[in-house]
């Protein structure tokens, strides 16, 4: 199972996916409709079934 953890800004998205529970490196997305759009990819494209969010 792959997973994300999403630390959610006010700015930006901090991202970090496990793929066969071995974390990935964390990857940055805008807060925005166009970094939304490019986070739903990347968690399609690494094919992640859950996601945990964090607000702060």
Known sequence: ???????????????????????????TF???PSGHQALLKALRTARVTRVGPEAT
């Open 30 to 32: 805008e807060n925005t």
């Open 1 to 27: 199972m792959n997973t994300a953890g999403i630390d959610v800004g006010h700015e930006t998205l901090m991202v970090v996916i496990r793929k066969n529970g071995k974390p990935n490196k964390a990857r």
